[in-house]
C-alpha cells in the first residue's frame, strides 16, 4: 500500500478586537485557532506559522501580526515555508470591502490562498465575487448600525434632560435611587469637593492639596489612595461644581489601536438643562478657584525653548545613581534675565511632593545634576564618531553573524530531512502493519515523530529570519557611508545650543536610530568616569532610510550644499 501524504504546511491569522469577550458576539482566539487546526487537517495541510492581533477590525495598517503576515507574503514560497493561511472570516481580516481587497490582493500577487474557515466564500468565480462584495459591505454597515443607534440613543436622553452616562459620579456627587439620569450632592464626599475651591482661593496649590489629600487617607473620585495634581485641576475645571453640568467636553479618536481622547472647544459643549445638577459652590468661587490655577501655572510655566534646548529630553540621558531617566530644570541667574541655567537634574531632587510624601518614588542614593549643554555636546560628538567610522570590531561582528545564521540554516535543513523521513518511514510501516497493538505504537511514534518535525521547521523559519536580519545589518553598515557622506556638510553645520526646532528633531531622530542613551553620574562619585558622562553603545546599523529621511528635513537639495541655516563663525 502506498504511504499517506504529508501534510502541507500553512498559517493562521486570527483577531479580536481589543476588550471583548465572548458575551460580546466576538470569537475568541483559541476558538479561532481551533477550527483553524481542524479546517487545515480535514484540507490536509497543517498550520506551522500562527499570527495573533488584538485590534480593531476597522484599522489594518497598525495591526502589528498583520504587518508581520503580509511582510511574509513577499518572501519567496521555499524561504516563507507556507502558501496557504487560514482566517475565521472576512471580519477577521478587515473591515469593508476596500481593506479586505488590500490584503487579498497582496496574497494573490504573491501566490498565497487565504481560506475563510466560517464562510463558503469562492473568489475565483463571479458569484463567489459577488457574495464576497455583499458580506463585506454587511459588516461595515453593521457597524454604522450600531454606532448610529448608540448615538441616537445618548440625543434621546439629552432631549429628555437627562444625562448621556457617566461612567462615575464627579467627587461630591451620587446618583439618587440607582438612576443615572440626574446628579445630587453626596454627604459622604461634599466636603472634600469644596475644600478644593475653598482652599485654592485661600492661596494653596495643586500640588499641596494632593500631597494633603493623600496623607489625610481621602480616596480620589476613582477609589485610589494616591491623588495627583492634575486630579485636582480637573475637579476645579468641571463647570459640573458651579451647577451647570456639560457634555461631549471631548472628542474621542483612534491612534495606534488605542481610543484617546482631545478636548473640544467650550464652545461646542453642550450644556444640561438646569437641576441635572445641583451647584456645590457658588459661580464667583469656582471662578477665582480657576483663576487661582491659571496663576499658579504661569508662575511655574517652563521658560521659552526649555525643551528645544535640552536635547536628550525623553529618557535619552538618565542618572547612574538610579537608573531613571533624569527631570529637565531650566532658571535664570539672579539679577541678569538674559542668563539662562539648563540642567539635567535627578528626579529625586526634583520637588515632587506627592511623590516624596507618599513614597511612591525610591531615593536615589547618588542623585546627579549637570548643565545639559556638556552632555548635548559630548553625546553628539561620540554619536558623529559613530555614524562616520563605524568600528571594524562592529564590521567583523556583522560578518560572524551572518556566517553563524547560513550555518544554522543549513543544520535546520539537514534536522528537516531526517525528521521528514523519519515521518515517511513511519507511516509507510504504519500502512503496511495489520497488527492492531502494532498501528497503535506506530501510530504514537509516527505523532511524536511529526511533533519533532514541526519543531525543526521552526528552528528552520527562526534561523532563516535570521540569516535576513543578518544580511540587513551588513548591509546597513555599508549603506551607512553613503548617507553620511552624502549629508556631510549638514552634519558638520549641527551643533547643540545652536539648533532651530526642525534641527532639533533631526537630532533627536539620530540619537534615537542609533540606540543612544547617555549616564550621568554624581560629581565625587566613585564610579563616575572622566567628565562625569558616559554612552551607552549604541547600533549604527540602524534604519538608514530613516537617517536619510531626517536629514532630507535640513535642506530641499539632494547631494551637498549648506545646512538650512547658516551660521556665523
Given at each position: 500500500?502506498?504511504?499517506?501524504?504529508?501534510?502541507?504546511?500553512?498559517?493562521?491569522?486570527?483577531?479580536?478586537?481589543?476588550?471583548?469577550?465572548?458575551?460580546?458576539?466576538?470569537?475568541?482566539?483559541?476558538?479561532?485557532?481551533?477550527?483553524?487546526?481542524?479546517?487545515?487537517?480535514?484540507?490536509?495541510?497543517?498550520?506551522?506559522?500562527?499570527?495573533?492581533?488584538?485590534?480593531?477590525?476597522?484599522?489594518?495598517?497598525?495591526?502589528?501580526?498583520?504587518?508581520?503576515?503580509?511582510?511574509?507574503?513577499?518572501?519567496?514560497?521555499?524561504?516563507?515555508?507556507?502558501?496557504?493561511?487560514?482566517?475565521?472570516?472576512?471580519?477577521?481580516?478587515?473591515?469593508?470591502?476596500?481593506?479586505?481587497?488590500?490584503?487579498?490582493?497582496?496574497?494573490?500577487?504573491?501566490?498565497?490562498?487565504?481560506?475563510?474557515?466560517?464562510?463558503?466564500?469562492?473568489?475565483?468565480?463571479?458569484?463567489?465575487?459577488?457574495?464576497?462584495?455583499?458580506?463585506?459591505?454587511?459588516?461595515?454597515?453593521?457597524?454604522?448600525?450600531?454606532?448610529?443607534?448608540?448615538?441616537?440613543?445618548?440625543?434621546?436622553?439629552?432631549?429628555?434632560?437627562?444625562?448621556?452616562?457617566?461612567?462615575?459620579?464627579?467627587?461630591?456627587?451620587?446618583?439618587?435611587?440607582?438612576?443615572?439620569?440626574?446628579?445630587?450632592?453626596?454627604?459622604?464626599?461634599?466636603?472634600?469637593?469644596?475644600?478644593?475651591?475653598?482652599?485654592?482661593?485661600?492661596?494653596?496649590t495643586a500640588g499641596q492639596l494632593a500631597v494633603a489629600f493623600?496623607?489625610?487617607?481621602?480616596?480620589?473620585?476613582?477609589?485610589?489612595?494616591?491623588?495627583?495634581?492634575?486630579?485636582?485641576?480637573?475637579?476645579?475645571?468641571?463647570?459640573?461644581?458651579?451647577?451647570?453640568?456639560?457634555?461631549?467636553?471631548?472628542?474621542?479618536?483612534?491612534?495606534?489601536?488605542?481610543?484617546?481622547?482631545?478636548?473640544?472647544?467650550?464652545?461646542?459643549?453642550?450644556?444640561?438643562?438646569?437641576?441635572?445638577?445641583?451647584?456645590?459652590?457658588?459661580?464667583?468661587?469656582?471662578?477665582?478657584?480657576?483663576?487661582?490655577?491659571?496663576?499658579?501655572?504661569?508662575?511655574?510655566?517652563?521658560?521659552?525653548?526649555?525643551?528645544?534646548?535640552?536635547?536628550?529630553?525623553?529618557?535619552?540621558?538618565?542618572?547612574?545613581?538610579?537608573?531613571?531617566?533624569?527631570?529637565?530644570?531650566?532658571?535664570?541667574?539672579?539679577?541678569?534675565?538674559?542668563?539662562?541655567?539648563?540642567?539635567?537634574?535627578?528626579?529625586?531632587?526634583?520637588?515632587?511632593?506627592?511623590?516624596?510624601?507618599?513614597?511612591?518614588?525610591?531615593?536615589?542614593?547618588?542623585?546627579?545634576?549637570?548643565?545639559?549643554?556638556?552632555?548635548?555636546?559630548?553625546?553628539?560628538?561620540?554619536a558623529r564618531s559613530r555614524l562616520e567610522n563605524p568600528g571594524?570590531?562592529?564590521?567583523?561582528?556583522?560578518?560572524?553573524?551572518?556566517?553563524?545564521?547560513?550555518?544554522?540554516?543549513?543544520?535546520?535543513?539537514?534536522?528537516?530531512?531526517?525528521?521528514?523521513?523519519?515521518?515517511?518511514?513511519?507511516?509507510?510501516?504504519?500502512?503496511?502493519?495489520?497488527?492492531?497493538?502494532?498501528?497503535?505504537?506506530?501510530?504514537?511514534?509516527?505523532?511524536?515523530?511529526?511533533?519533532?518535525?514541526?519543531?525543526?521547521?521552526?528552528?528552520?523559519?527562526?534561523?532563516?529570519?535570521?540569516?535576513?536580519?543578518?544580511?540587513?545589518?551588513?548591509?546597513?553598515?555599508?549603506?551607512?557611508?553613503?548617507?553620511?557622506?552624502?549629508?556631510?556638510?549638514?552634519?558638520?553645520?549641527?551643533?547643540?545650543?545652536?539648533?532651530?526646532?526642525?534641527?532639533?528633531?533631526?537630532?533627536?531622530?539620530?540619537?534615537?536610530?542609533?540606540?543612544?542613551?547617555?549616564?550621568?553620574?554624581?560629581?565625587?562619585?566613585?564610579?563616575?568616569p572622566p567628565g562625569r558622562v558616559s554612552v551607552d553603545k549604541?547600533?549604527?546599523?540602524?534604519?538608514?532610510?530613516?537617517?536619510?529621511?531626517?536629514?532630507?528635513?535640513?535642506?530641499?537639495?539632494?547631494?551637498?550644499?549648506?545646512?538650512?541655516?547658516?551660521?556665523?563663525?
Amino acid at each position: 500500500m502506498a504511504a499517506e501524504p504529508a501534510l502541507l504546511p500553512a498559517a493562521a491569522y486570527l483577531r479580536k478586537s481589543p476588550g471583548s469577550s465572548t458575551a460580546k458576539t466576538e470569537i475568541s482566539l483559541e476558538i479561532q485557532l481551533e477550527h483553524a487546526l481542524k479546517r487545515a487537517a480535514a484540507d490536509g495541510f497543517e498550520i506551522v506559522r500562527v499570527f495573533r492581533d488584538v485590534w480593531p477590525r476597522w484599522e489594518l495598517w497598525e495591526r502589528p501580526d498583520m504587518r508581520e503576515m503580509r511582510a511574509c507574503f513577499d518572501q519567496e514560497p521555499a524561504e516563507r515555508g507556507w502558501g496557504r493561511v487560514y482566517v475565521w472570516d472576512t471580519s477577521r481580516l478587515a473591515m469593508g470591502i476596500q481593506h479586505q481587497a488590500i490584503v487579498l490582493e497582496h496574497a494573490d500577487r504573491r501566490g498565497v490562498e487565504v481560506c475563510f474557515i466560517n464562510e463558503q466564500i469562492d473568489r475565483s468565480t463571479e458569484i463567489g465575487e459577488l457574495a464576497w462584495l455583499i458580506k463585506g459591505s454587511f459588516d461595515k454597515f453593521e457597524v454604522a448600525r450600531i454606532r448610529d443607534r448608540t448615538m441616537g440613543g445618548k440625543q434621546k436622553r439629552l432631549a429628555q434632560g437627562k444625562l448621556p452616562g457617566y461612567a462615575r459620579a464627579p467627587l461630591g456627587y451620587r446618583f439618587p435611587d440607582g438612576t443615572r439620569d440626574r446628579l445630587e450632592a453626596d454627604p459622604a464626599t461634599v466636603a472634600p469637593a469644596r475644600r478644593i475651591f475653598r482652599e485654592l482661593v485661600a492661596g494653596s496649590t495643586a500640588g499641596q492639596l494632593a500631597v494633603a489629600f493623600t496623607e489625610e487617607g481621602i480616596p480620589t473620585p476613582g477609589g485610589a489612595a494616591t491623588w495627583n495634581p492634575k486630579t485636582i485641576a480637573g475637579i476645579v475645571r468641571n463647570p459640573t461644581y458651579k451647577g451647570e453640568p456639560a457634555v461631549w467636553k471631548t472628542r474621542g479618536y483612534r491612534q495606534d489601536g488605542k481610543m484617546r481622547h482631545a478636548k473640544r472647544d467650550p464652545a461646542e459643549w453642550q450644556t444640561m438643562p438646569p437641576g441635572t445638577a445641583p451647584a456645590l459652590v457658588s459661580a464667583d468661587v469656582w471662578q477665582q478657584a480657576n483663576d487661582r490655577l491659571d496663576a499658579n501655572r504661569r508662575k511655574t510655566a517652563p521658560l521659552t525653548g526649555q525643551t528645544t534646548h535640552h536635547l536628550l529630553r525623553g529618557g535619552l540621558v538618565v542618572c547612574a545613581g538610579c537608573d531613571q531617566p533624569m527631570g529637565l530644570h531650566t532658571a535664570r541667574r539672579k539679577g541678569d534675565a538674559g542668563v539662562v541655567y539648563r540642567s539635567y537634574v535627578c528626579r529625586s531632587l526634583l520637588g515632587d511632593q506627592v511623590a516624596r510624601a507618599t513614597g511612591s518614588r525610591p531615593a536615589c542614593d547618588e542623585p546627579a545634576r549637570i548643565r545639559s549643554e556638556q552632555v548635548d555636546e559630548d553625546v553628539w560628538r561620540w554619536a558623529r564618531s559613530r555614524l562616520e567610522n563605524p568600528g571594524a570590531t562592529e564590521r567583523a561582528d556583522a560578518k560572524d553573524a551572518q556566517r553563524r545564521a547560513q550555518a544554522e540554516v543549513k543544520a535546520a535543513e539537514k534536522a528537516v530531512r531526517v525528521q521528514q523521513g523519519a515521518v515517511d518511514r513511519a507511516t509507510e510501516e504504519l500502512v503496511m502493519t495489520e497488527d492492531a497493538d502494532a498501528r497503535a505504537s506506530l501510530r504514537a511514534r509516527r505523532d511524536t515523530l511529526t511533533s519533532l518535525l514541526r519543531e525543526a521547521r521552526r528552528r528552520l523559519d527562526a534561523a532563516r529570519r535570521a540569516v535576513g536580519d543578518a544580511s540587513d545589518r551588513a548591509e546597513n553598515l555599508r549603506a551607512l557611508h553613503e548617507t553620511v557622506l552624502e549629508h556631510q556638510l549638514a552634519l558638520e553645520g549641527l551643533v547643540p545650543g545652536r539648533l532651530t526646532p526642525t534641527e532639533v528633531d533631526v537630532v533627536r531622530g539620530i540619537l534615537q536610530a542609533l540606540g543612544v542613551r547617555a549616564r550621568v553620574w554624581r560629581a565625587g562619585a566613585a564610579a563616575a568616569p572622566p567628565g562625569r558622562v558616559s554612552v551607552d553603545k549604541g547600533s549604527t546599523t540602524g534604519s538608514t532610510a530613516e537617517l536619510n529621511r531626517l536629514l532630507a528635513r535640513l535642506r530641499p537639495g539632494g547631494r551637498g550644499g549648506l545646512p538650512a541655516v547658516a551660521r556665523d563663525a
